[in-house]
């Protein structure tokens, strides 16, 4: 029972942190054009379009970065995963611009979240 428990909380936590990183790019001047867009399983947490270029933002939020930094958990695989949905996202949309990746790494306080925005996190290896 513990364990459902745990991972309600983990879901809640996540699901805030997605919302409060919403309310920072809204607030840094990027138009969020969607969130959570699938391609099959992968799945982009936030493509936005700032200064001609969209912007896919990947977000990572933890309770504590006691053993990693939310930051450090997209490895290689989830990197590629997320370059993949973002062509098939700029081909189904039909967009003919940049692609940049961002990460947001949220570690909750105790209050709300210290965030880090991490720019042009990493470069498309495909």
């Avoid at 745990?6 to 919403?22: D, F, V």
């Avoid at 936030?46 to 939020?61: A, G, H, M, R, S």
């Amino acid at each position: 029972m513990a364990r459902s428990s745990n991972i309600s909380k983990h879901y809640a936590l996540g699901k805030q942190g997605e919302a409060y990183a919403q309310e920072y790019v809204m607030a840094n001047g990027y138009k969020i054009l969607h969130t959570n867009w699938r391609y099959g399983k992968k799945e982009l947490d936030i493509v936005t379009l700032k200064d001609e270029t969209i912007v896919v933002f990947e977000v990572k939020t933890r309770i504590d970065n006691f053993w990693e930094e939310p930051k450090d958990a997209v490895k290689i695989r989830k990197q590629k995963n997320m370059v993949e949905a973002a062509d098939a996202y700029v081909h189904k949309f039909d967009y003919d611009l940049e692609v940049q990746f961002d990460i947001l790494s949220l570690v909750y306080n105790g209050k709300g979240f210290d965030l880090e925005h991490i720019p042009d996190a990493f470069y498309p290896l495909i």
